[in-house]
């Protein structure tokens, strides 16, 4: 029996309305709630990306009721791996974390067609993620 504490995730970006919103969505989704989700902006915007809530919404999940959150000292020290998407040094480091930079085209001002490939992307990272933080028990 494990007993050990989930592992925990923070996706970073600066407006928390795109891509951090979606890698956050497809790893509660594909995780079955086994890793805890955090995500979070340097400067949140007011919204989630609508074409992100399109695009998502084109694959079953519904992000249409999120919304973009300041990134925390306290959520970055709480989380194990922290992934930043662009956000420069505003970041904070803490030692003893995975720290992992994605280079995601930023969503923000596009359409879902646009979004799509940025989505599908964020996707396969996930599914990699996840085979690393559970690995196979079986």
């Avoid at 955090?38 to 999940?61: F, L, Q, T």
């Avoid at 803490?94 to 001002?109: H, Q, V």
């Avoid at 996840?130 to 690995?135: A, D, Q, R, V």
């Amino acid at each position: 029996m494990n007993t050990s504490p989930k592992p925990s995730v923070l996706f970073v970006c600066i407006h928390n309305a795109g891509r951090s919103q979606m890698a956050a969505a497809f790893l509660h989704h594909l995780s079955g709630g086994q890793i805890e989700v955090r995500s979070a902006g340097s400067a949140p915007a007011d919204m989630v990306n609508p074409a992100a809530v399109a695009a998502m919404k084109e694959v079953g999940i519904d992000i249409s009721a999120e919304t973009p959150k300041i990134l925390t000292t306290e959520a970055a020290r709480e989380s194990d791996v922290v992934i930043t998407m662009g956000c420069g040094d505003t970041c904070p480091i803490f030692p003893g974390k995975r720290y992992e930079d994605w280079e995601l085209e930023d969503p923000a001002g596009q359409g879902v067609d646009a979004v799509r490939p940025i989505r599908d992307d964020i996707h396969a990272r996930i599914e990699t993620l996840i085979s690393e933080l559970l690995p196979a028990t079986k």
